[in-house]
């Protein structure tokens, strides 16, 4: 089995919802699984830390599922145009992955949600990139053709996927940020086998 690592960061749920839709779209692909993963909140309080193991939901990811993963999806709300702090401190500590080539032509993919339409998604989904290209990662995006990319009304970039989730954060996700979420996985986990067995 390949195993694509779906990352992600999620204060109000957008973004997580849109990480569930996106491991769709990786299981959907013969012999590959989605490892969903997201990182602990980034706290004012010095003092203050996160437990081990999550209350509720999806568990912390480590350094061994970064090293582990045929490929990755890396999905954050938008913090004023750019990637939210807790993902960006999670790769601040990854030299030792970088060091060792880890991620070194494994593809990866990104996603966000924003609360407008124009809240900062291709700047962000931008930044993403940079880090995982540091990595010598594969950049995966999203074509025109074939997707739902040419008419979307709401979320969706050529540079990944995306939601608009309204000022309330309670918008419901349109079928075409649906689709185009798991044609992300989908593109992803595709790579991944092909590169490995090109590798074989």
Known sequence: MKQILVL?????????????HVS???ESVDKCEALVRTVPAISAVSE???PDIPRDGDIYVSPDDLEKCHGLILGSPTRFGTIASPLKYFFDQ????????ALKDK?????TSTGSMHGGQESTLLGMMLPLIH???????????GSSLGHTQSGGTPYGA?????????TAFS??????????????????????????
């Open 8 to 20: 992600y960061y999620s204060r109000h749920g957008s973004t997580k919802e849109l990480a569930s």
């Open 24 to 26: 769709r779209g990786v």
């Open 48 to 50: 203050a830390t996160e």
């Open 94 to 101: 990854t030299s030792a992955q970088w060091l060792a080539g």
């Open 107 to 111: 593809p990866a993919a990104v996603f």
């Open 135 to 145: 990595h010598g990662m594969v950049i995966v995006g999203l074509p025109f053709s």
């Open 162 to 170: 995306s939601h608009v989730a309204g000022g309330d954060n309670n």
């Open 175 to 200: 079928t075409d940020e649906i689709q185009l979420g798991r044609l992300l996985g989908e593109r992803v986990a595709k790579l991944a086998v092909a590169i490995h067995r090109t590798e074989c």
